[in-house]
């Protein structure tokens, strides 16, 4: 891919207080979309506090496209019922990577983004320089739904022959 600028790996690590839609629980899982790009994670049975700590991994050829996370509950003889949705801005990210940073002392905070009325940050998200690299740890709140957030983690990579962020 040309207009390739790097890779986005994204770990949905887990969900918390997830909406209830079986009986007394939900079998979730995530739904990740971006610019055509869509990947899921496992399912995870009879919970509505799921520990995924899937990896995915997207390609990423225009920053200013969010990320959209949705959440499902598997069933098996109907429509899958949807638990809700969160985007992710990687701007503030992209915008720690194009600082150019080096050999900071490990778990440096590099910049911290505060929850508002125009992200799905339940709580304040920081990068932190992690051995080389940068990672964003995030509480998103779901919308369209009466309650649950999902922790995820993103990490650039820059695979050889992309034009990259810099």
């Known amino acids: 891919m040309e207009n390739l600028l790097g890779l986005l790996r994204l770990r ?4 918390i207080n997830l909406a209830i839609r079986d009986t007394r629980s939900s079998d979730p899982y995530v739904v990740v ?12 049975n009879d919970t509505c506090n799921p520990e995924w700590n899937d990896e995915l991994t997207l390609s990423i050829t225009d920053i ?12 098996t003889f109907t429509a899958d019922d949807k638990m809700g949705e969160a985007e992710i801005d990687i701007r503030p990210y992209v915008e720690c990577l194009r600082m150019g940073l080096e ?5 440096t905070v590099i910049t911290r983004v505060l929850p508002s009325k125009t992200n799905c940050l339940a709580d304040e998200s920081c990068c932190v320089w ?10 998103l709140r779901l919308r369209n739904v009466e309650c ?10 820059n695979p050889p022959g992309c034009k990259g962020v810099f």
Request: glycine share 10%.
């Open 12 to 15: 949905v690590r887990r969900g």
């Open 33 to 44: 979309t971006m610019s055509g790009q869509k990947l899921k994670t496992r399912v995870i």
């Open 64 to 75: 200013n496209v969010p990320i959209n996370l949705a959440v499902y509950d598997s069933d």
């Open 103 to 107: 050999n900071l002392p490990m778990g």
């Open 130 to 139: 992690d051995n080389g690299r940068i990672l964003q740890d995030m509480f």
């Open 148 to 157: 649950g957030e999902i922790e995820v983690q993103i990490e650039w990579i």
